[in-house]
């Protein structure tokens, strides 16, 4: 079953979906939280914060700034892992892929991928967060070279825009705002809705 929120244009469309790989609606919300360019207190702030709750999160990093002040070290990496956490692509150098050519965006996102690969997190190595939000046809074809799943710019917890191809992408929503995000998670569980959660920098509470 395929559901479309909030479509707009011709009074009929026609859709070819020959690789559907969206899991059906379940019983409950799914939602991903995720913390983007590999900051340091995605360890010291935000995860001890989840630990309470019982929630793993993922850290999406750019691996040239790995081991750089302030930023995750592949020490702190291994350790998120052991802990249930997810280690997946921002590319290396968190390459504004807009103004980027095709080749500096496939090296860029292969290399970070290769990095994670090296590291030991193959398993989550095909999951890409697109650096700066830039997305486009161009950029998902070559994605598609190195990546399964790629998440974009959102929209909300629902009418995400879902590109049924390779590589198949979906919506991040930007978290950094407490009102929208909680507003996001509220529309997702009354609906039972997935959705991405993306953090930058955690402030610590205290």
């Given at each position: 079953?395929?559901?479309?929120?909030?479509?707009?244009?011709?009074?009929?469309?026609?859709?070819?979906?020959?690789?559907?790989?969206?899991?059906?609606?379940?019983?409950?919300?799914?939602?991903?939280?995720?913390?983007?360019?590999?900051?340091?207190?995605?360890?010291?702030?935000?995860?001890?914060?989840?630990?309470?709750?019982?929630?793993?999160?993922?850290?999406?990093?750019?691996?040239?700034?790995?081991?750089?002040?302030?930023?995750?070290?592949?020490?702190?990496?291994?350790?998120?892992?052991?802990?249930?956490?997810?280690?997946?692509?921002?590319?290396?150098?968190?390459?504004?892929?807009?103004?980027?050519?095709?080749?500096?965006?496939?090296?860029?996102?292969?290399?970070?991928?290769?990095?994670l690969v090296d590291e030991g997190f193959g398993s989550q190595a095909g999951l890409f967060r697109m650096p700066f939000s830039s997305e486009g046809n161009e950029t998902r074809n070559i994605l598609s070279h190195s990546q399964y799943?790629?998440?974009?710019?959102?929209?909300?917890?629902?009418?995400?825009?879902?590109?049924?191809?390779?590589?198949?992408?979906?919506?991040?929503?930007?978290?950094?705002?407490?009102?929208?995000?909680?507003?996001?998670?509220?529309?997702?569980?009354?609906?039972?809705?997935?959705?991405?959660?993306?953090?930058?920098?955690?402030?610590?509470?205290?």
């Open positions: 079953k395929v559901e479309i929120f909030n479509y707009h244009g011709a009074t009929s469309r026609e859709f070819h979906l020959d690789d559907l790989r969206i899991l059906p609606k379940g019983p409950r919300a799914v939602i991903m939280v995720s913390f983007d360019d590999g900051h340091r207190d995605a360890l010291t702030v935000a995860k001890p914060i989840l630990d309470r709750y019982g929630i793993s999160g993922t850290v999406f990093v750019n691996a040239r700034s790995i081991n750089t002040p302030n930023k995750l070290t592949t020490a702190d990496l291994h350790s998120l892992s052991t802990s249930g956490w997810a280690i997946a692509n921002h590319g290396y150098a968190h390459l504004n892929y807009s103004n980027a050519t095709s080749a500096q965006q496939e090296s860029d996102a292969q290399i970070g991928k290769q990095f799943l790629v998440l974009t710019s959102g929209r909300g917890a629902i009418g995400n825009p879902v590109f049924l191809h390779d590589p198949l992408s979906a919506a991040a929503n930007n978290g950094d705002n407490y009102t929208e995000a909680l507003g996001l998670v509220r529309v997702a569980l009354e609906n039972q809705r997935a959705l991405v959660l993306t953090f930058h920098k955690v402030t610590d509470p205290a």
